[in-house]
């Protein structure tokens, strides 16, 4: 059973940093890619950040690129995004998704195949 669960939302101030993790199980950690999107309430949902199986190549959104970055701990199964310079813009609900490459994720609307609960994200201004 594929298993994605997020950690590490919360609320903070207008240029500072959170970092979230994606604790994944069930599949073949190395060949699938794993990312992360979000939802804003009245917004459509926007794909964030991904990292091919393997670690090989990341993408991000334009909005946060150079402030946001996605790494994977091959060892734990785990993904990480770390945010720095967080906007008020940024304030979501951000899921962790998987997919068999970083398409779904990235581009609406469609859906990767598996997503987490999701974690909320609050910037404050």
């Known amino acids: 059973e594929v298993q994605l669960v997020e950690s590490g939302g919360g609320l903070v101030q207008a240029g500072g940093s959170l970092r979230l993790s994606c604790a994944t199980s069930?599949?073949?950690?190395?060949?699938?890619?794993v990312g992360w999107f979000r939802q804003a309430p009245g917004k459509e949902r926007e794909g964030v950040s991904c990292?091919?199986?393997?670690?090989?190549?990341?993408y991000y959104i334009d909005s946060v690129k150079g402030r946001f970055t996605i790494s994977s701990d091959n060892a734990k199964n785990t993904v990480n995004l770390q945010m720095n310079s967080l906007k008020p813009e940024d304030t979501a609900v951000y899921y962790c998704?998987?997919?068999?490459?970083?398409?779904?994720?990235?581009?609406?609307?469609?859906?990767?195949?598996?997503w987490g609960q999701g974690t909320q994200v609050t910037v404050s201004s």
């Open positions: 998704a998987l997919d068999p490459d970083c398409s779904s994720i990235m581009s609406p609307p469609i859906f990767p195949t598996y």
């Open positions: 069930g599949f073949t950690f190395d060949d699938n890619a």
């Open positions: 990292i091919s199986g393997g670690g090989g190549d990341t």
